[in-house]
């Protein structure tokens, strides 16, 4: 793929209940699933928009992985995962799964930062870009938030990996800043909050766009999902609005959206 490193190209839930989070994700989101040919060894399903534009995948826990919760990880394109992969390394961070390919699909490594947020690396074989993160587009990741232990050492470190900067920062009271990070102003990437329970490991939490926000409050708590904050009416002048949630499995997730229909 042809994106800027460090831009999220690929979203993945991983789950003991890929059906669940079919039915649910679907509803909530209007995502269309298929499962992809080749006779993969595990059971692995995208998903895309109702335009078609593929967004991410559901891979069923493996067996390397029993007893992890129900977690969304991102994939952030590079354009040589090997030596990214050494660089996170040398940075602090972990390689938890060595460079590997995927036939007909590119090359990834799973890492994580020196806080312990995990993501993966990946060099997809299309020559197109990927559109997996388009704020403004219903149906595709809107936000990318870190939740970590530490900001300053977190900032250095995506920056000096993915040349991130800090864009900004809005104050969250006794939580500490809430900081903006983007390739450059124009170029938001999300931003970076400190955890707010004492202990809490960090990791990489994640906003999808719908179309309208109580419509998906309802969807997800008629989904057997957990509203757990919102809707909130988001800063700006654009009129969105966010609700954070736990999935039907316990994945926490975030949507963001007008409020068409008023509030309720």
């Not at 995948?57 to 007893?67: E, I, L």
């Amino acid at each position: 793929m042809t994106n800027r490193d460090g831009t999220p190209i690929w979203y993945e839930l991983m789950t003991d209940a890929p059906d669940v989070a079919q039915d649910f994700y679907g509803k909530v989101m209007g995502w269309q699933f298929r499962k992809p040919p080749g006779g993969l060894d595990r059971d692995y399903r995208t998903f895309a928009t109702e335009e078609g534009e593929g967004v991410g995948g559901v891979m069923h826990t493996p067996d390397r992985a029993k007893g992890r919760p129900a977690t969304w990880d991102v994939y952030f394109g590079v354009a040589d995962v090997d030596a990214m992969a050494a660089k996170v390394e040398e940075l602090g961070g972990s390689i938890h799964m060595e460079p590997q390919d995927i036939p007909g699909v590119g090359r990834f490594a799973f890492v994580s930062d020196p806080q312990g947020a995990t993501f993966y690396l990946m060099r997809g074989d299309s020559d197109g870009q990927s559109t997996a993160f388009a704020p403004m587009k219903a149906g595709h990741c809107s936000w990318n938030e870190l939740v970590t232990s530490d900001q300053v050492a977190a900032l250095e470190f995506y920056g000096k990996l993915f040349g991130w900067k800090k864009t900004g920062a809005m104050p969250m009271g006794p939580n500490g800043d809430y900081t903006f990070v983007g390739q450059d102003d124009s170029d938001m990437i999300g931003a970076m909050m400190n955890a707010e329970k004492p202990g809490e490991a960090p990791f990489w939490n994640f906003a999808f766009n719908v179309p309208d926000i109580d419509t998906a409050k309802a969807a997800v708590e008629a989904g057997a999902g957990t509203v757990t904050h919102g809707p909130m009416e988001l800063p700006g002048d654009e009129g969105d609005w966010l609700i954070q949630a736990n999935d039907p499995q316990g994945a926490k997730v975030m949507f963001t959206g007008k409020r068409n229909q008023g509030a309720k």
